[in-house]
């Protein structure tokens, strides 16, 4: 084979490698990009759902302190009624004894 003829076949050869090459750097470059996509895709769906389990989360701990607040109001209100119960069954011995240390008090003073 002629000198010039060897020479254009390893410029055409060397230009079809370097197309190859470019080519495989533009695919990598491409391939790189999807990744990066999908990751930040994957990312922003996790936080999502992060956001989401978050909410729940909060919601039912919420439901948990109204319940028990609920309770302690309920317990409260029934101690209360216990109190003043107790307190109006106490009512006439408070008078009666009232009255008696008045009575006291005022036989001593005469």
């Given at each position: 084979?002629?000198?010039p003829?060897?020479l254009?076949r390893?410029k055409?050869?060397?230009?079809?490698?370097d197309?190859i090459?470019?080519?495989?750097e533009?695919?990598?470059e491409?391939?790189?990009?999807d990744a990066?996509?999908k990751?930040?895709e994957?990312?922003q769906q996790?936080?999502?759902?992060a956001?989401?389990?978050?909410?729940?989360r909060?919601a039912?701990?919420?439901e948990?302190?109204?319940?028990e607040?609920e309770?302690?109001?309920?317990?409260g209100?029934?101690a209360?009624?216990?109190?003043?119960?107790?307190a109006e069954?106490?009512?006439?011995?408070?008078?009666e004894?009232?009255?008696?240390?008045?009575?006291e008090?005022?036989h001593?003073?005469?």
């Open positions: 084979m002629p000198r003829e060897v254009e390893i055409t050869a060397e230009s079809d490698a197309d090459v470019a080519e495989a533009a695919d990598r491409e391939r790189i990009a990066r996509r990751a930040e994957i990312r996790a936080e999502e759902e956001r989401e389990h978050e909410s729940e909060l039912a701990a919420r948990e302190i109204e319940a607040r309770e302690i109001l309920k317990e209100e029934e209360r009624k216990r109190l003043v119960r107790d069954a106490n009512t006439e011995e408070a008078v004894y009232a009255i008696d240390q008045f009575e008090a005022v001593a003073q005469t």
